[in-house]
């Protein structure tokens, strides 16, 4: 028996990986100090992997993004990989390849785009490279790391669904002779990662799959690693050439229920991932113990215990958390503390230590704090009713346009503005004590009220108050409800060097006071635009937290849509016209499997109605970015929000050929600039993607904003870009006669 970790964050204790590229982009660091800092932390995380684990794979690291590097590796990009500046021209330039969200979690990846006239190649082999590298860190196996060619091919665009096939037999070449490369180099094994698997496989996709990997495996010894969810194909797996087949155990129920039909071959490594590697809570050692028992007495198999899913997901280490409830930081695990679960599970196995369980919950702090009874009676006594408008979209319609009277292509942001060194410095002295309340926001009113005189001075319609006051978009939230709690260096990579801190939902969760009412009517205050109030959406807190487990996870949804519920009427009262309910995480957070789909979106529906219960008068937007909208608008249609604004730009307007199927009747914004790269757009690029828009979307139905918030914009960016950007409104209107109120 073994243990195998992988995934382990890339980012750093200190977010080292987020330092180093940025001073490179920034000029503060050389070249060579970028590559010796990489090469120091990724020293650093492989001798953590060797302290607790038997064996990992090496080659893990990316400067950005591993599926940009696999398509550097196989030639789709024929980039030389050394040169920096070409690297990170395909990933944050004005060419920059489209991001989207990498399965149903809240990474971002790059989406390579493949054709029949792709010319594949082995132009790179990075698994070579880091076995070279790194060989030497301990006496573990050698393990090579790479994405599997379905996994590659399957989560890039560009090519018809039918070409598939056709695809994924081409990369075979160069996947193989990678392999051979690497397996002559001495690879002990290659784990090679498949999520893709765990998807709904088409029965055309078997053929050309089994016949890719039949000769792959003949390359090198390969684990072929799934996660996320189950895997429908196990027997298809059983029958090919493969060394080991990871498999999720924890959020891949149906995985156990296979092997118990179909047993497991005794020929191959079961990789058994058993340990949570998506949520934080304490494994339950002695029951992980029972169940790995079970697995031997089923099968014949040589069993690797291992992490579920990447470790990728969690924060770096719980140790450095001083601020913690100590009965929430008694419960929680973050990577390295995985990494020690496993250590610790194969000892007992082995009888090599005493079988005294650290998850025994007897030995923890109490937590009867962390529930409220007011809270549960809130949600029980919901009926029907309460998840409904008052009134339907088509009757909200011209009470909002009599109310807003706003132009033909109108104008605005989605929420923040840049978070300068100075805003954030502010912030760091007023949480440290070295700024009183008073003169904290004294400064935050002078950054609204210079927000708000620059969007007047552009010209935008509806106007933001900039989101100064605000670290991460649920954060700040979670930072003001009971029941949810937020580390000091709990970080996870979002995309890039793009950095958040998922808050801990532990209890019942209630709003203790107004979270946003100063701010926003502050704002109003100062124009006679309308400021739109911003709040997170309840499916966006809940995907980009850690959430309890002890009750089911809409219940959860509800409770935190109930206190929005609470701030939108406050909102309403003070006068506010337009609420935002930023909801990016709703396509994201669905289940993998389509035939989840419906209950998941009848509760996240429900979820974001309830706390958008607002009046008909008062006009609900909600964002969502970087998501497959083509077979989900039907869902979307359930949230019934007035607006929707969506990412469109690096997509080059291509997510709009969702709504050429679809009906959707209410009002769209598609990004027209991709607020992800420093490029500053042309009024002519704004322009091309709004004309190929409004083919699908009625005019005055069409909304003008960027693809997403711009806090990690500069000015200097930011500024440029909303002026082209509303130029290329008013060029519209001029075209097409809309300088007064929107049609009816």
Known sequence: ???????????????????????????????????????????????????????????????????????????????????LNAYFELARGENALPMTKWFNTNYHYLVPHLSRATAFRLHWNKPLQHLQAWRSVSGSPSIGYLIGPYTFVRLSRGYAPEELPYLLEAVAEPYGELLRQVRQAGADYVQIDEPALVLDVPAEHLPALQRVYQSLGEAAPLLLMTYYDSVDVLPLLYELPLAGIGLDLVHGKRNLQHIGRFGFPSDKILVAGIIDGRNVWRSNLGALMEQVENLQ????????????????????????????D????????????????????????????DRSDPSNMSDMPPTDHWYSTEVRQRVANLRPSDFEREKPYSERDPLQRARLNLPLFPTTTIGSFPQTPEVRQM???????????????????????????????IGLDVLVHGEFERTDMVEFFAEKMEGIAFTQHGWLLSYGTRVYRPPIIYGDVQRREPMTLKEITFAQSLTQKPVKGMLTGPVTIVAWSFVREDIPVEQVAFQIALALQDEVRDLEEAGIAIIQIDEPAYRERAPLKRADWEPYFRWAAQAFKLAARARPETQLHTHMCYSDFNEVLHFIDWMDADVITIEATRSKGEVIGAFEHYNYARQIGPGVFDVHSPVVPRVESIEAIIERAIRVIPRERFWINPDCGLKTRRWEEVIPALQHMVQAAHNLRARYGGDGVQLR
């Open 1 to 83: 028996m073994r243990t195998y970790a992988y995934g382990y964050p890339r980012l750093g204790e200190g977010r080292e990986f987020k330092r180093l590229i940025e001073g490179y982009w920034q000029g503060k660091v050389s070249e060579t100090a970028l590559r010796d800092g990489m090469a120091e932390l990724e020293q650093q995380r492989l001798a953590t992997y060797a302290q607790f684990v038997d064996a990992f794979p090496m080659g893990e690291m990316t400067l950005y993004d591993a599926m940009l590097d696999t398509a550097i590796m196989l030639g789709v990009y024929s980039i030389d990989p050394n040169d």
């Open 297 to 324: 007495s089923r099968t014949g198999a040589t069993l690797w215990l291992s992490n579920g899913s990447p470790l990728m997901h969690l924060p770096v280490s719980v140790a450095p958390e001083e601020k913690l």
């Open 326 to 353: 100590p009965a929430l930081k008694a419960r929680i695990a973050f990577a390295k503390e995985r990494l020690q679960e496993l250590q610790q599970l194969k000892r007992w196995l082995l009888g090599e230590s």
């Open 427 to 457: 912030r760091t002295a007023y949480r440290n004590g070295k700024i009183s309340a008073a003169e904290y926001e004294t400064f935050i009113q002078n950054e609204i009220r210079r927000c708000i005189q620059l969007q007047e001075e």
